[in-house]
């Protein structure tokens, strides 16, 4: 066999960040939701709050989006993108349903600190000035780690309460992981061609991701 498989910028980034990547997609509400010891009250506080994160990481996939179609190396690029922009739109409609299901009322649903400076963050990457290859490398993370959680939701010997399925699936699908390949795949396309300061960003967004994520799931313990 073949032993000089390619690894990419990425998984060299993961292996260095390990213990925060594992915070990231193991913590203690995602656990609390596979062993189904979960408290409703926290999941209708990520309910409220992922809610509103969606509704601001939307103009960030669009940002993406446009980048995708002027400085992709390939066509291809810019579909899988736009995938991900089509399954926000299925998204939002999900969310308003189990905010009904769940009555939580998203109207009087406030962003709290963390999610407020998730959004300043994303927003802060749609400015021009930042390379594509960091801003890739971001909305991979952001997408990564939500489906590593709900995956592990959804894996062998789990015991997540049925009503809660729904959200596992939503993430944990395996259509949603060949997506965050595929995302994976341009990002690190994109960062073999980039300069040594975007590397250093990109690496630094990376963590950040990683550290706003951790910083998301700790809303829920309220
Ligand atoms: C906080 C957060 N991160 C990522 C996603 C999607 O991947 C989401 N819906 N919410």
């Given at each position: 066999m073949e032993k000089t498989e390619k690894r990419g910028m990425i998984d060299t980034w993961l292996d260095k960040h390990r213990s925060l990547y594992t915070a990231a997609t193991r913590h203690d509400f995602v656990v609390s939701i596979r062993d189904g010891s979960v408290d409703l009250s926290s999941f209708k506080t990520w309910l409220g709050q992922d809610y509103l994160f969606v509704r601001e990481f939307v103009p960030f996939v669009a940002n993406v989006l446009i980048r995708a179609g002027k400085e992709?190396?390939?066509?291809?690029d810019m579909e899988v993108v736009l995938g991900g922009l089509a399954s926000l739109n299925d998204e939002i409609e999900w969310f308003k349903s189990e905010g009904s299901k769940w009555g939580v009322d998203f109207s009087t649903v406030v962003a709290q600190k963390a999610n407020q400076e998730y959004s300043r963050f994303l927003e802060a990457l749609?400015?021009?000035?930042?390379?594509y290859s960091v801003v890739l490398t971001a909305f991979w993370g952001i997408e990564a780690v939500y489906q590593e959680s709900f995956a592990h939701c959804l894996g062998d010997g789990n015991k997540t309460p049925a009503e809660l399925t729904g959200a596992c699936n939503r993430w944990g699908n395996d259509g949603f992981r060949q997506y965050c390949l595929s995302v994976k795949n341009i990002a690190e396309r994109c960062l073999e061609n980039a300069s040594r300061d975007a590397l250093v960003e990109a690496e630094d967004v990376l963590v950040r991701v990683l550290e706003h994520e951790v910083a998301f799931w700790e809303m829920s313990r309220g």
């Open positions: 992709s190396g390939e066509t291809s749609m400015n021009s000035e930042v390379e």
